[in-house]
């Protein structure tokens, strides 16, 4: 065999044993969650996840966070417009909504980014509960239209604060 095929060899063997480990990293990751199949959907759907560290899967996590909560204020316009009786609750959302957005989402990336983990756990966790807060806002007003996306926002960001504990 030529030192070319060698190397070649070398390099496809080293290639499979980084994604052989970053397959082991998200799975023993994700396991420690309390939502194994929303962990592992959320972190393979990203192309970047099998490079990533812990930091990354959970920068990864944060960011699916942002996109759920953005989709959540334009559901919130859309619910509106078909039902204005139910514009203080939906008021209620878009402000919880808009303080994940605004505070609890970068409290997380920052905390992620400097090393300071138990920030970025915080905001998960007040995610998770602006979420639960949005869902308390109907009350018995009426059955809330965002019951799917609040329990979506809720599971993500349990699923987020542990991947985030396990760097404290």
């Known amino acids: 065999m030529n030192s ?12 499979g044993v ?13 396991r420690n969650t309390p939502n194994y199949q929303l962990c592992i959907s959320i972190l393979r759907a990203s192309p970047i996840s099998g490079t990533a560290d812990m ?3 959970g920068l990864i996590l944060v960011d699916a966070i942002k996109a759920k909560t ?3 204020l334009l ?7 078909l039902h204005p009786e139910l514009t203080q609750a939906l008021e209620e959302c878009r402000r919880t909504y808009n303080a994940v957005l605004k505070a609890d989402i970068p409290e997380a990336v920052a905390g992620l980014k400097k090393g300071v983990p138990k920030f ?4 998960m966790v007040d995610t998770a509960w602006e979420a639960d807060i949005c869902e308390g806002s109907f009350g018995s007003v009426a ?3 965002l019951s799917g996306v609040n329990k979506d926002l809720h599971n993500l960001a349990e699923v987020a604060a ?3 504990r396990n760097l404290l």
């Open 120 to 123: 970025a756990e915080s905001g």
């Open 55 to 57: 930091v990354g899967l």
């Open 4 to 15: 070319g095929a060698v190397i070649i060899l070398t390099i496809l063997y080293m290639h």
């Open 162 to 164: 542990s991947v985030i």
């Open 18 to 30: 980084a994604e052989l480990k970053a397959e082991t990293l998200i799975e023993s990751t994700c």
């Open 70 to 72: 953005e989709a959540a």
């Open 143 to 145: 059955q809330s239209p």
């Open 75 to 81: 559901a919130i316009d859309e619910v509106k417009q």
